[in-house]
């Protein structure tokens, strides 16, 4: 009652909207109650789109007491409207805890604020023509992640502006710390609403570019180079006298098939840290280093740790108050690196107390993290698991950040970007929380300077992988140009390029019609209704350039939808894509299918040498590992995987020879 009657006092306020799930309701005097399915459903963005008859619509998030501060919504809108751009406004404010006034900074909106728990406070001003916008055209049906979804495309279209200002006081009611908070999204209980907002989050990384298929990984030889040691434990520290020696012995006490050692990059410990690693040097397998730098994050402790001669194949990471759950998480570790040929491992971890009693959120698995969509999701969570380790030359030749934060994080988006990660569902660390963690209990500024600073990464991250699906600006404009000339003094080529412009049309009415399928229909009319429009698809020659990456990213991606919805196989799915691409290989010049041939007989021969390599740790882990025999079904069936892909890659072969002779 008070929220309504702070709004009803302002003269900007035209109407108040109360949502709720019970039909019927009588609303508070002065407002109007609408029925809805789940407050974050995008039947509720539809919902709220189409009463939102005013220039701006004002979302207040919380369902405790609302205190505007003087002017407030004043100046939301004032900020609004000086671009017409802005799609949502935001602010600072203060929260009411336990009687106590405390403020609230939020920090700035950028292209890497994807994440689905970004902090926007309680209340949001859209821009009403935007807002309608994007809900008219969002087509997914989400429970949970509508609003997610909206936010996501707004950004897309429109600015997102951070006023730094504190404008209004909300009452919080969440009152845990930053440490017991930064865990909900891996909550089981939470599972379905996160599923969703994968969901979300990849349509949009599809529509930025920034999306990677899950076959884009490079496979990995781990056998590029010779090393001394086939693993390195890598435990950066300063001023843990209370847990480096458990640490240190957590990992001196592995039992392994191959050589191994520690490695400490003591960052100038003055607490008796360094004493007790000189104590433990007695064993030989602790190398103890003291940098001369002293200006080291945690990351620039790693970078020192991997490029020490001593390293060993595979770094592996123990924080200096944590353990490794028992004997033998080294070796499941290496065995994952050759069963997975990957380039990087992620596995399980434990909460624990400091006397090993298991605490909320108990067992962190990480399964957003799929092979199907694992470097992608990656991109709206906050971390990626532990214990990580790498295959030594790759990190080396990337690098961590030299922070104390994230620096986890941001090698692993990077290394996502290009290189397979194994996964490890199994329990084989233990993260030990005590008083003197760094991140048990942070302050907002803190908690507020490493979300910005992980956003910072993502930002980054998602122009890369932008960068990497560009084609270059400078030739499409030459392209561009050259065909605008064509048009003006060749009548030829003004009617060829009038005859791209029908292809573009006839290719869209294609589209409309996947998109028209019915979900009702069986699996073999459906199938044979996608395959006849494939066919007519293929058919169709050219459409204009500028046109041909986006109306080809249309097609394919409803295909895909279609073969998922009525599991049509994955290799006629293969197929039949390539030969709808023939049509756009030949575009360019008369050389395309030969150079499109010579591709694909690399990627053969690339796939004749990973099958190679696969033999080879299928050999390691035969003779040198006690579990060789329990990998020896999943090595297999990796290796007959490749064998099919090597059998699809000469299907499109004599597919391009096909047309080459019909070229000719």
């Given at each position: 009652?008070?929220?309504?009657?702070?709004?009803?006092?302002?003269?900007?306020?035209?109407?108040?909207?109360?949502?709720?799930?019970?039909?019927?309701?009588?609303?508070?005097?002065?407002?109007?109650?609408?029925?809805?399915?789940?407050?974050?459903?995008?039947?509720?963005?539809?919902?709220?789109?189409?009463?939102?008859?005013?220039?701006?619509?004002?979302?207040?998030?919380?369902?405790?007491?609302?205190?505007?501060?003087?002017?407030?919504?004043?100046?939301?809108?004032?900020?609004?409207?000086?671009?017409?751009?802005?799609?949502?406004?935001?602010?600072?404010?203060?929260?009411?805890?336990?009687?106590e006034l405390k403020q609230?900074?939020?920090?700035?909106?950028?292209?890497?604020?994807?994440?689905?728990?970004?902090?926007?406070?309680?209340?949001?001003?859209?821009?009403?023509?935007?807002?309608?916008?994007?809900?008219?055209?969002?087509?997914?049906?989400?429970?949970?992640?509508?609003?997610?979804?909206?936010?996501?495309?707004?950004?897309?279209?429109?600015?997102?502006?951070?006023?730094?200002?504190?404008?209004?006081?909300?009452?919080?009611?969440?009152?845990?710390?930053?440490?017991?908070?930064?865990?909900?999204?891996?909550?089981?209980?939470?599972?379905?609403?996160?599923?969703?907002?994968?969901?979300?989050?990849?349509?949009?990384?599809?529509?930025?570019?920034?999306?990677?298929?899950?076959?884009?990984?490079?496979?990995?030889?781990?056998?590029?180079?010779?090393?001394?040691?086939?693993?390195?434990?890598?435990?950066?520290?300063?001023?843990?006298?209370?847990?480096?020696?458990?640490?240190?012995?957590?990992?001196?006490?592995?039992?392994?098939?191959?050589?191994?050692?520690?490695?400490?990059?003591?960052?100038?410990?003055?607490?008796?840290?360094?004493?007790?690693?000189?104590?433990?040097?007695?064993?030989?397998?602790?190398?103890?280093?003291?940098?001369?730098?002293?200006?080291?994050?945690?990351?620039?402790?790693?970078?020192?740790?991997?490029?020490?001669?001593?390293?060993?194949?595979?770094?592996?990471?123990?924080?200096?108050?944590?353990?490794?759950?028992?004997?033998?998480?080294?070796?499941?570790?290496?065995?994952?690196?050759?069963?997975?040929?990957?380039?990087?491992?992620?596995?399980?971890?434990?909460?624990?107390?400091?006397?090993?009693?298991?605490?909320?959120?108990?067992?962190?698995?990480?399964?957003?993290?799929?092979?199907?969509?694992?470097?992608?999701?990656?991109?709206r969570i906050n971390g990626?698991?532990?214990?990580?380790?790498?295959?030594?030359?790759?990190?080396?030749?990337?690098?961590?950040?030299?922070?104390?934060?994230g620096e986890d994080y941001?090698?692993?988006?990077?290394?996502?970007?290009?290189?397979?990660?194994?996964?490890?569902?199994?329990?084989?660390?233990?993260?030990?929380?005590?008083?003197?963690?760094?991140?048990?209990?942070?302050?907002?500024?803190?908690?507020?300077?490493?979300?910005?600073?992980?956003?910072?990464?993502?930002?980054?991250?998602?122009?890369?992988?932008?960068?990497?699906?560009?084609?270059?600006?400078?030739?499409?404009?030459?392209?561009?140009?050259?065909?605008?000339?064509?048009?003006?003094?060749?009548?030829?080529?003004?009617?060829?390029?009038?005859?791209?412009?029908?292809?573009?049309?006839?290719?869209?009415?294609?589209?409309?019609?996947?998109?028209?399928?019915?979900?009702?229909?069986?699996?073999?009319?459906?199938?044979?209704?996608?395959?006849?429009?494939?066919?007519?698809?293929?058919?169709?020659?050219?459409?204009?350039?500028?046109?041909?990456?986006?109306?080809?990213?249309?097609?394919?991606?409803?295909?895909?939808?279609?073969?998922?919805?009525?599991?049509?196989?994955?290799?006629?799915?293969?197929?039949?894509?390539?030969?709808?691409?023939?049509?756009?290989?030949?575009?360019?010049?008369?050389?395309?299918?030969?150079?499109?041939?010579?591709?694909?007989?690399?990627?053969?021969?690339?796939?004749?040498?990973?099958?190679?390599?696969?033999?080879?740790?299928?050999?390691?882990?035969?003779?040198?590992?006690?579990?060789?025999?329990?990998?020896?079904?999943?090595?297999?069936?990796?290796?007959?995987?490749?064998?099919?892909?090597?059998?699809?890659?000469?299907?499109?072969?004599?597919?391009?020879?096909?047309?080459?002779?019909?070229?000719?």
């Amino acid at each position: 009652m008070q929220t309504v009657k702070e709004l009803q006092v302002s003269e900007l306020v035209n109407k108040i909207y109360l949502l709720g799930s019970e039909p019927g309701k009588k609303a508070l005097p002065g407002c109007e109650y609408l029925s809805v399915k789940g407050f974050y459903s995008t039947d509720t963005m539809k919902t709220i789109a189409a009463n939102a008859n005013t220039e701006y619509t004002l979302f207040y998030l919380k369902q405790t007491p609302l205190k505007l501060g003087l002017y407030a919504l004043e100046r939301m809108v004032q900020i609004m409207e000086n671009d017409k751009k802005n799609g949502i406004v935001y602010a600072d404010h203060y929260q009411l805890i336990n009687g106590e006034l405390k403020q609230a900074p939020v920090i700035d909106y950028q292209l890497g604020s994807v994440r689905d728990d970004f902090d926007f406070g309680s209340m949001l001003l859209f821009s009403s023509s935007a807002f309608t916008k994007i809900a008219d055209a969002l087509r997914e049906e989400y429970k949970y992640a509508g609003l997610y979804a909206m936010r996501l495309f707004i950004s897309y279209k429109y600015s997102i502006v951070h006023i730094n200002e504190y404008l209004y006081i909300e009452i919080e009611t969440d009152t845990r710390k930053s440490g017991e908070k930064q865990f909900d999204y891996v909550n089981p209980k939470n599972r379905e609403v996160q599923i969703e907002m994968e969901a979300a989050c990849t349509e949009y990384l599809k529509c930025i570019d920034a999306y990677f298929m899950p076959t884009s990984s490079r496979p990995v030889n781990l056998h590029s180079e010779n090393f001394e040691f086939e693993a390195s434990v890598i435990i950066p520290v300063r001023n843990r006298a209370h847990t480096i020696r458990d640490a240190v012995n957590s990992a001196l006490n592995q039992r392994t098939t191959f050589s191994f050692n520690i490695i400490v990059i003591d960052n100038h410990s003055t607490d008796g840290t360094t004493e007790i690693l000189q104590e433990l040097s007695s064993d030989k397998r602790l190398i103890h280093i003291i940098p001369q730098e002293n200006d080291l994050g945690i990351g620039g402790c790693w970078n020192k740790g991997i490029c020490h001669e001593k390293c060993g194949k595979f770094a592996i990471q123990l924080d200096s108050d944590d353990l490794y759950k028992d004997e033998s998480t080294l070796q499941k570790i290496v065995d994952t690196f050759y069963k997975e040929s990957c380039a990087m491992v992620i596995g399980t971890y434990l909460m624990t107390d400091f006397q090993l009693n298991e605490i909320p959120p108990g067992i962190i698995d990480h399964k957003e993290w799929t092979p199907e969509n694992g470097k992608n999701n990656a991109l709206r969570i906050n971390g990626l698991g532990a214990p990580r380790a790498f295959y030594t030359p790759i990190l080396r030749d990337i690098k961590l950040p030299n922070t104390s934060y994230g620096e986890d994080y941001a090698i692993g988006l990077r290394i996502s970007r290009e290189y397979k990660i194994g996964r490890i569902y199994d329990v084989i660390y233990l993260c030990r929380r005590w008083e003197g963690n760094s991140d048990a209990a942070l302050s907002t500024e803190k908690v507020n300077r490493n979300n910005f600073y992980k956003d910072r990464i993502r930002t980054w991250e998602i122009k890369g992988r932008i960068q990497m699906h560009t084609i270059d600006e400078e030739f499409q404009e030459l392209v561009e140009e050259m065909i605008e000339n064509q048009k003006e003094n060749w009548e030829l080529a003004k009617r060829n390029y009038e005859a791209l412009e029908e292809n573009l049309e006839k290719k869209k009415n294609i589209i409309e019609k996947l998109n028209a399928i019915d979900d009702q229909m069986d699996t073999e009319g459906a199938t044979q209704l996608v395959r006849d429009l494939m066919k007519e698809w293929n058919g169709v020659g050219h459409v204009p350039f500028k046109e041909k990456d986006r109306i080809y990213k249309q097609y394919h991606s409803q295909i895909d939808k279609l073969f998922e919805r009525f599991n049509i196989s994955a290799s006629n799915k293969k197929l039949s894509n390539f030969k709808s691409t023939i049509s756009s290989i030949q575009e360019g010049s008369p050389q395309a299918l030969y150079r499109e041939r010579e591709k694909l007989v690399r990627a053969f021969d690339n796939m004749k040498n990973e099958l190679q390599t696969y033999e080879n740790n299928l050999g390691f882990l035969t003779t040198s590992s006690k579990k060789g025999n329990s990998l020896l079904t999943e090595i297999n069936r990796k290796v007959e995987k490749l064998k099919a892909d090597i059998e699809l890659v000469k299907e499109k072969i004599k597919v391009v020879d096909e047309n080459i002779k019909n070229q000719g």
